[in-house]
């Protein structure tokens, strides 16, 4: 077991511990310290640099236009596959959806994500926090994600898209699942490393929501 190891990852990322010493955890993180990622706001601003309607975005990215609206108005939190399709069709990265105006891209970066403070984008599935959101055109994007979904039924497809990506239990336990391999069961210390492009989906299995850490490429 890695549980005191694990332990300190979760505080240390920011993720406050849900330990006996209360809800801000044994270090006293202070919850609720997410920053909004405005990702409607943000598409609207790049769809009207291209001077393109909704329409012509729907033709670029092959993201419906009523999606594009509903995004742009905040009235829905797109899964990570459409984000990816988003930053395609727009040609910038993902990163770049959420990283301010003047994201970091000189030599010899560093990014400094503190406790609680990553970028926010949650599903029915996924409570997902970017990592490093401040840099931009990075070769993989890391992502701390409290996994809501209990079953595949909670998922109205599963997730496949370009690029590999690595996943790291830091908490609970999951079942994940990919299209060409058994399901299998992962609990704390437990890691998977996929073809993106490979169908996938993961589920909590532990009495609480399991705490994963994603590393995507592309």
């Known amino acids: 077991m890695i549980t005191t190891d694990a332990t300190k990852c979760v505080t240390n990322l920011g993720i406050p511990h849900k330990g006996p010493t209360g809800p801000t955890g044994p270090n006293g993180v202070v919850q609720n310290r997410k920053v909004p990622h405005r990702l409607g706001e943000r598409l609207k601003k790049l769809r009207q640099e291209r001077r393109w309607t909704l329409g012509e975005a729907g033709q670029h990215t092959g993201v419906a236009a009523s999606t594009l609206s509903k995004i742009e108005n905040d009235r829905m939190s797109p899964t990570f596959d459409v984000v990816q399709k988003l930053a395609t069709g727009f040609d910038v990265s993902v990163i770049e959806f959420f990283a301010n ?56 497809e599963l997730s496949s898209h370009d690029g590999e990506e690595f996943m790291f239990v830091l908490e609970g336990a999951v079942f994940f699942h990919t299209e060409l391999y058994e399901p299998v069961h992962m609990q704390e210390g437990d890691s998977v490393y996929i073809d993106s492009g490979m169908q996938h989906a993961c589920y909590s299995v532990s009495k609480e929501d399991a705490l994963v850490l994603w590393m995507y490429t592309g």
């Open 101 to 156: 105006n003047t994201g970091l891209q000189a030599s010899g970066r560093r990014s400094l994500t503190l406790a609680g403070t990553g970028r926010s984008i949650e599903t029915q599935v996924y409570a997902n926090q970017l990592l490093a959101s401040d840099l931009v055109h990075k070769k993989i994007v890391p992502v701390l994600t409290r996994v809501k979904a209990r079953s595949l039924e909670d998922f109205d």
